[in-house]
């Protein structure tokens, strides 16, 4: 089976910062790798599709790359609303769509 | 406008038993595979199953094979879950989502609590 890893698990930073997360695959997962933020008491919304797509309606501050096993989620001036929850979701195949274990990123 | 709306969710004794169901509008339901996906309280998210556009293909994470049974019923344009054999560990809000092949999961629903307890 496919295992996801982020780091970190948990980011302190300021509104304006550029922030990265990290997400690695146990093995290759060509670019079939989606991003999703998350607030408490709410449904994940989609940010990043195959690696590097933004998803309509997302702010172009948010980015993805990478391939194969190594990607990272980019915001590149953290704002107020951007505090939350990511994950990273492999669907590399239907048979087993898994997700990383989340970064929760906080106020500094 | 695409909606995916959860219900079914409730207190249930371990061992016993409970359906969810996903109704869904705004889409053709029958073009698009549709997944579960559960959080436990405090905890990430997991992928619990799926299932293809006609029913003829679906999948489980390891921890509830045998137990969980996804189906839908596109006449209905609806998604369920049959949770058998419950226990404490199933306790998770529940979520359905749209499960494309470009982008993965693009539309979730609200999600509904599943509270396994005696």
């Known amino acids: 089976d496919i295992q996801m890893t982020q780091s970190p698990s948990t980011l302190s930073a300021s509104v304006g910062d550029r922030v990265t997360i990290t997400c690695r695959a146990s093995?290759?997962?060509?670019?079939?790798l989606a991003w999703y933020q998350q607030k408490p008491g709410k449904a994940p919304k989609l940010l990043i599709y195959?690696?590097?797509s933004l998803e309509s309606g997302v702010p172009s501050r948010f980015s993805g790359s990478g391939s194969g096993t190594e990607f990272t989620l980019t915001i590149s001036s953290l704002q107020p609303d951007d505090f939350a929850t990511y994950y990273c979701q492999q669907y590399n195949s239907y048979s087993l769509r898994a997700f990383g274990q989340g970064t929760k990123v906080e106020i500094k | 406008e695409v909606q995916l709306v959860e219900s079914g969710g409730g207190l249930v004794q371990p061992g016993g038993s409970l359906r969810l169901s996903c109704a869904a509008s705004?889409?053709?339901?029958?073009?698009?595979?549709m997944s579960w996906v559960r959080q436990a309280p405090g905890k990430g998210l997991e992928w619990v199953a799926n299932i293809k556009q006609d029913g003829s293909e679906k999948y489980y994470v390891d921890s509830v094979k045998g137990r969980f049974t996804i189906s839908r019923d596109n006449a209905k344009n609806s998604l369920y879950l049959q949770m058998n054999s419950l226990r404490a560990e199933d306790t998770a809000v529940y979520y359905c989502?749209?499960?494309?092949?470009?982008?993965?999961?693009?539309?979730w629903g609200q999600g509904t609590l599943v509270t396994v307890s005696s």
């Open positions: 989502a749209r499960d494309r092949a470009l982008t993965g999961g693009d539309y």
């Open positions: 195959k690696a590097s």
């Open positions: 093995q290759s997962i060509s670019s079939w």
């Open positions: 705004g889409f053709t339901f029958s073009s698009y595979w």
